[in-house]
């Protein structure tokens, strides 16, 4: 986490989708982590990564 409280993009180095085990992209405009191989979308809350898929969103 960066010390201004905001996602630090880095992090993506170390991050995989749990559903794939593939990388993850990172959408700024709606602060969230995007598993296109799952089609899942995990929140970012408070710039702390929400990797659980119970609460990831769906993407269409």
Not at 9 to 14: D, I, Q, S
Not at 22 to 31: F, G, I, K, R, V
């Amino acid at each position: 986490m960066k010390e201004d409280g905001k996602f630090d993009p880095r992090m993506l180095e170390a991050l995989v989708c749990p559903v794939t085990q593939t990388p993850l992209a990172w959408d700024a405009e709606s602060q969230e982590l995007i598993s296109k191989a799952a089609q899942l979308a995990f929140p970012v809350r408070g710039a702390i990564p929400v990797m659980l898929v119970s609460e990831a969103r769906e993407l269409n």
